[in-house]
Nanobody
Framework: QLRLVESGGGLVQPGGSLTLSCAASGISLSYYAIGWFRQAPGKEREGVSRISTLGDSTDYLESVKGRFTIWRDNGGNTAYLRMNSLKPEDTGVYYC????????????????WGQGTKVTVSS
């Protein structure tokens, strides 16, 4: 059974950076496309970025393009999300999730989720 554990969240000032990690165990991550999602207080969960199984295809939420970078290390069974130039509106709980059903940021396609890591962007 695939298990995902996120880490790397924290409190950062506007303009700062964080790198989130998504460590997998149980099954090789290479079988799955990975998505990063976030949920701000009082808002619905939204897809932030996703990467294909081989890492040759990525997508980003329009508001994070040019600031966030997703990549994966299948050998290390870990996916990452580098977040630069963070803004207060990036605040939320960030989740990584896995799907073996295509490449998109449709939440319903993702069957395995981590517990989330909290990111707070504030001065």
């Amino acid at each position: 059974q695939l298990r995902l554990v996120e880490s790397g969240g924290g409190l950062v000032q506007p303009g700062g950076s964080l790198t989130l990690s998504c460590a997998a165990s149980g099954i090789s991550l290479s079988y799955y496309a990975i998505g990063w999602f976030r949920q701000a207080p009082g808002k619905e969960r939204e897809g932030v970025s996703r990467i294909s199984t081989l890492g040759d295809s990525t997508d980003y939420l329009e508001s994070v393009k040019g600031r966030f970078t997703i990549w994966r290390d299948n050998g290390g069974n870990t996916a990452y999300l580098r977040m630069n130039s963070l803004k207060p509106e990036d605040t939320g709980v960030y989740y990584c999730a896995a799907t073996s059903d295509g490449d998109s940021l449709t939440t319903a396609l993702y069957t395995t989720w981590g517990q989330g890591t909290k990111v707070t962007v504030s001065s």
